[in-house]
């Protein structure tokens, strides 16, 4: 029983429907909106056409075409065929308009040409009932469109780590440390990543499925994520674009902490990208121009993302995913050798290790490596490789679980160190007998 106005307005709508569904309106809808307007209160909301849209994934395949699927469905009226379209521009150009086909029902298909990489397309939607009524997707001029890349580099972590590493000088947090999984949801954390077909991304934290929010957030200040360094020299157009959630007005103390991103360039400063207190609770893209920002000067580019939960405690979750480079370097040629180039530790494999470990890493032009094992103080065990002269590409190297002196280490757990051209990586081994 309704105790209020607005309750009170609500079941008249509630009573008048005759479908069980108020998005489309009830038999009287109008009537009853004129007299809810007249007394001061809102009509609930009656969507007139929906269209409903889930965005691409970015690609490095240049050349092949996008394929943008979407369910349009009119409450008034029925959808008029003729008038259901898509317009989209390529790198800010001009508007070309595709007419959607109506595949089945309500769904709707249009197709966007292949493109050759780099490449960032934005793409509105729009539909017409045959009583004029109209919708688009989003609103034509919105600030975020639909959009999507064909990237010189995307990043979707579902095959692994991507040569991210977490922590950093001064990490402290106590839980909510960076992991890469399939994230279970939670009232301030993502229960899908970003990426339409895939499953994993980074967070911070993982709770078990049902558990509560503040179980593995991050407490007791600050976990950092590390990418790859990227070899972007010569780069006449280099855009980095990447998703990413924070929370951080869900709990106690609501908006009290900063979600932090940085970039640095060829080993300098760590320059801010992002520094925000405003929670999003949802995916958002964010870019930034990294040819303006650095000039001539833009060479090894490597990028981090910090979450921190100091005192007063509050609750903290981070997300990212989706990492996409628009890159254009000096020739075709060039960009095809250069293609994904980058320095990058992955994981030890297999870990944990009885015997032999196996350590991949990545570097993006002919370097020094230097390569070492460590135990949990730092001190050093093993050096591997000591200023050795590689090509650009992929290398694997291999720990026969010895020190320097020829003895096996005992258990417990080491760290594998990695450094050239600048970039310092560590990766966590667990040594079993």
């Not at 595709?98 to 990489?117: C, F, K, L, R, Y």
């Not at 628009?326 to 015997?355: C, I, K, Q, T």
Request: glycine share 12%; charged share 20%.
């Amino acid at each position: 029983q309704p105790f209020s106005m607005p309750d009170q307005i609500l079941a008249a709508f509630v009573t008048d429907d005759d479908d069980g569904n108020l998005n489309n309106g009830t038999p009287h809808y109008d009537a009853l909106c004129v007299g809810a307007t007249n007394h001061g209160f809102d009509c609930p909301e009656r969507f007139i056409i929906d269209i409903a849209h889930e965005h691409l994934d970015a690609t490095e395949e240049g050349g092949v075409p996008f394929t943008v699927d979407a369910q349009v469905e009119g409450y008034v009226a029925p959808i008029d065929p003729t008038k259901v379209w898509m317009d989209y521009a390529v790198d800010g150009g001009a508007w070309v308009r595709v007419e959607m086909t109506n595949v089945a029902g309500d769904h709707w298909q249009a197709v966007i040409p292949g493109q050759s990489q780099p490449a960032a397309i934005t793409y509105y939607l729009h539909a017409e009932d045959l009583e004029g009524n109209t919708q688009e997707s989003p609103i034509a001029g919105a600030s975020d469109p639909h959009h999507v890349e064909v990237g010189y580099l995307v990043e979707p972590f579902e095959a692994g780590d991507a040569g991210f590493t977490v922590g950093d000088t001064g990490d402290n947090a106590t839980t909510g440390i960076w992991v890469r999984v399939d994230p279970n949801g939670t009232l301030a954390q993502p229960e899908n990543d970003d990426t339409g077909a895939g499953t994993h991304c980074w967070v911070t934290g993982q709770g078990a499925v049902g558990g509560g929010a503040g179980d593995a957030d991050v407490d007791g200040g600050k976990t950092t994520l590390k990418s790859a360094v990227y070899d972007l020299t010569g780069a006449s157009i280099a855009v980095l674009k990447y998703w990413r959630w924070f929370s951080n007005d869900k709990g106690n103390n609501p908006g009290t902490d900063a979600w932090v991103v940085q970039v640095n360039n060829n080993g300098g400063a760590w320059t801010n990208i992002e520094n925000t207190t405003a929670s999003s609770n949802a995916w958002v893209q964010r870019e930034v121009d990294l040819a303006a920002l650095y000039g001539e000067g833009l060479g090894q580019v490597q990028v981090k993302f910090i979450a921190t939960d100091n005192s007063p405690g509050s609750l903290i979750e981070a997300a990212v995913d989706d990492l996409v480079l628009l890159v254009r370097l000096a020739s075709g040629a060039e960009e095809d050798a250069a293609r994904n180039a980058r320095f990058a530790l992955h994981e030890v494999r297999p870990n944990p290790v009885h015997s032999t470990a196996s350590i991949r890493y990545e570097t993006a032009t002919g370097s020094l490596v230097s390569l070492s094992v460590h135990d949990v103080s730092g001190r050093l065990v093993r050096r591997i490789h000591d200023g050795l002269a590689v090509g650009s590409g992929t290398h694997d190297a291999v720990w026969d679980g010895r020190d320097d002196g020829g003895r096996r280490v005992g258990s417990g757990v080491y760290f594998i160190r990695f450094k050239s051209a600048g970039l310092i990586a560590t990766r966590p081994v667990v040594v079993t007998r």
